[in-house]
């Protein structure tokens, strides 16, 4: 199974700063084919159920404010957050999807200050 | 409006078979395309990704689980059903139904239902 490692595993945060959070794959995460990279990042609120919003690297899901962002950086896959909003509490989990099983980073929470 | 509902037993005890159901609306699993899927979470824990189910009716399994794993679904009653067999304490999670199209990321998921595995 390939392995995701998110960095940091909590975050706090001041309303109105950035934040990043980062993750690696123990594999390549490329499709050859099509050129994409199948990593895609989800925030679980507090008592709620995961929600996307980044796809395929770096495509915002429907609804998602444009404060948030997806990219790559050599072997690092990173999630940003331009300004961080009190609403942006949670644990941030990133999955691959280039192999089944599908896998999950350990989640990183992200707390305001 | 896409919505899904998972649904089953809260307790189970250990080496029984746990059943669980997700009902769904708003997407036809005869759709090409469409894949319906389980994910669970140990309390403090991890996602992770158990079995999904296509509509031509190709099924993934989790290697580490395959054995204990059936999905089956039911496209008149818009329902997929996961089975797992000889449940252990260690299978204690929240399991969610998710909707996939076309291979893509989850973009739906259900609220999740508490397993509990306790004698």
């Known amino acids: 199974d390939i392995v995701m490692t998110q960095t940091p595993l909590s975050l706090p945060v001041t309303p109105g700063e950035p934040a990043s959070i980062s993750c690696r794959s123990s594999q390549s995460l490329l499709n050859s084919d099509d050129g994409n990279i199948y990593v895609d990042w989800y925030l679980q609120k507090p008592g709620q159920s995961p929600q996307l919003l980044i796809h395929t690297l770096s495509y915002r899901a429907s609804g998602v404010p444009d404060r948030f962002s997806g990219s790559e950086s050599g072997a690092d896959f990173t999630l940003k957050i331009n300004r961080v909003e009190a609403e942006d509490v949670g644990l941030y989990y990133c999955m691959q999807r280039i192999e089944f099983p599908y896998s999950f980073g350990q989640g990183t929470k992200l707390e305001i200050k | 409006q896409i919505t899904l509902k998972e649904s089953g037993p809260t307790l189970v005890k250990p080496t029984q078979t746990l059943t669980l159901t997700c009902s769904f609306s708003?997407?036809?699993?005869?759709?090409?395309?469409?894949?319906v899927g389980w994910i669970r979470q140990p309390p403090g824990k991890a996602l992770e990704c158990l079995a999904l189910?296509?509509?031509?009716?190709?099924?993934q399994y989790s290697p580490s689980l395959k054995s204990r794993l059936t999905i089956t679904k039911d496209t008149s009653k818009n329902q997929v059903v996961l089975t797992m067999t000889d449940m252990d304490p260690m299978d204690t999670a929240t399991y969610y139904c998710v909707h996939q199209y076309d291979d893509n990321a989850f973009d739906f998921w259900g609220h999740g239902t508490l397993v509990t595995v306790s004698s």
């Open positions: 189910i296509y509509w031509d009716d190709d099924r």
């Open positions: 708003g997407f036809s699993l005869s759709t090409t395309g469409v894949g």
